[in-house]
Every structure is written in structure tokens, then in C-alpha cells.
């Protein structure tokens, strides 16, 4: 399997495991927690006949990568994908993140600049800040993600039931956009993600990325669906959107968080026309 190292822990590395396939112009594909590549095959199948070269990844902590003690916030999984990037030596990048995923590639834009990247797609996004704060009343109470993080230590296999019915909207969607089958395979992924990197991803997701969105200079393409029980819709993607002149947001009605998987024809059909339509002439600032 290849793998790219991005550090070190003691006497081991830090590797990240990737897939490369195709050829093109990159598409960099980075999934949200706590899955690991897998979460892209629909994607693939989808850019791949249309002549695109699909790299996607394992976040460190998730699936084949390494998984260290440390190292679970945006600066240092910013630092990973610049390491991916450069190693690689791609250019004229599309980046596409779900859940997480949207928060590496704020992060990398934010603070490594758009030079090697053309354009990004955020996938029900976590930036600009979900923390509620005295300048930020639009966000979630600390409470709530104190709550997720006790039951990680409670019982990480327990609150990964619920977070997939959560990511899913299980009850609603159960037999119609997603089969018994299908939830069962993302929760065994996440069952095997690092126990350490679980609990920490919950503190990164606070993380404030209002300063980074205000650096990003390419054409960005958000699509969400407006029944995100994971990461709320108007928190995220609707507020986001109006800090990003000229990026175009797509609001999938219905639609839970795991859209890569549960609104893949509508997901796939959108990112393929943003890649392909003409970069807005007002986009680089």
C-alpha cells in the first residue's frame, strides 16, 4: 500500500496511507470523520470515467493510516495535506472535502495559500465556527460537544451507533438511501479509527476557521443538505456561503449529512460541473 510520511512518534513514523488513481487533473479527496477513504467510491466511479486523476486519503488516526498520540488539530492535518501535496507535486488541484474533510482544506487555503490549488468543493461543512461564542451567537453550546467527548470515554462504540444514525438520519433513511449494509460498513470503519484520535477530532471541530475563510481566492462549491443533524445547516453551510463572494452553495432539500453516499448522483453531478465551468473571473482576491 503507498504511504507518505508526514513526522514521526518515538521510534515509529507517522504514515498516511493514499490512493492514486487515474490520470488528469487531480482531484484530491479527503473524507470526513471518522471514516477513512472508502467513504469516496462513489466518487471515484464517478470522476474517474470523466478523466479525472482521483488521490484520496486517509486522515492520520483513520483508516490505514498511522495513528499517533498526537496531532489531531487543523494545523497539523493542514501541514499533512501540504506535505501530500508537495510530495506528490500536484498542481491545479480541485480539493474536495466532506465533514471534516471541509476543514483541511480551509485550513491549507487559509494558511499555505491557493498556489497549488484551482478550485474546492466543501461537502456538508464544519467552518466558519460552530463554537457559540460572545462573537459568534450563531454557534453551539460548548455543552453539547463536552457531551460527545464523555461518551467517547464512555463507550466509543456505543456513541459511533449514534453518531452514524445521526449522519445518516437512519430512521428516516433507513431501506431508501441507505441499506443496514452500508451503515454497517462505515460503522466498522470508524470502529477501527484510533481511540485517541476519536476523542481529540471532537475539540478540533471548534476549531474558528473565520480567518482562514476570509484568505480562500478560488471558486468554491458548497452543497449540503438542509436535514444535516450532524453539523446544522444553517450554522455551517448557509452562513458560509455569504463569506465567500462568488462561491455558489447548493442546498439538497432532505438530504442528512452523509450525502457522498446518500445524494451521490446529485453530489457527483454538481462537482462535475463546477470542475468543468469556467473559473469566475472575480474568484482570485
Known sequence: MPFITVGAENSAPIDIYYEDHGSGQSVVLIHGFPFSTASWEKQVAAL????????????????????????????????????????????DVVLVGHSMGTGEITRYLGSYGSGRISRAVLLSPIPPYLLKTPDNPQGVERSLFDGFMQAIRDDRFAYLTSFC?????????????????????????????????????????????????????????????????????????????????????????????????????????????FVTAPAPAMARR
Open 48 to 91: 474517474l470515467p470523466a478523466g479525472y486523476r482521483t488521490i484520496a486519503y486517509d486522515r492520520r488516526g483513520f483508516g490505514n493510516s498511522s495513528q499517533p498520540a498526537s496531532g489531531y488539530d487543523y494545523d497539523t492535518f493542514a501541514a499533512d495535506l501540504d506535505t501530500i501535496l508537495t510530495e506528490l507535486d500536484l498542481r
Open 165 to 273: 444514525d445521526s449522519f445518516f438520519n437512519y430512521r428516516q433513511n433507513r431501506g431508501r438511501l441507505v441499506s443496514e449494509e452500508a451503515y454497517r460498513a462505515h460503522w466498522n470503519v470508524g470502529a477501527q479509527a484510533s481511540a485517541i484520535g476519536t476523542l481529540a477530532c471532537v475539540e478540533a471541530w471548534l476549531t474558528d476557521f473565520r480567518d482562514d475563510v476570509s484568505r480562500i481566492d478560488v471558486p468554491v462549491l458548497i452543497v449540503q443538505g438542509d436535514d444535516d443533524q450532524v453539523l446544522p445547516y444553517p450554522v455551517t453551510g448557509q452562513r458560509l456561503q455569504p463569506m465567500l463572494p462568488g462561491s455558489r452553495l447548493v442546498t439538497l432539500k432532505g438530504a442528512p449529512h452523509s450525502i457522498p453516499w446518500t445524494n451521490a448522483d446529485d453530489v457527483n453531478r454538481e462537482i462535475l460541473a
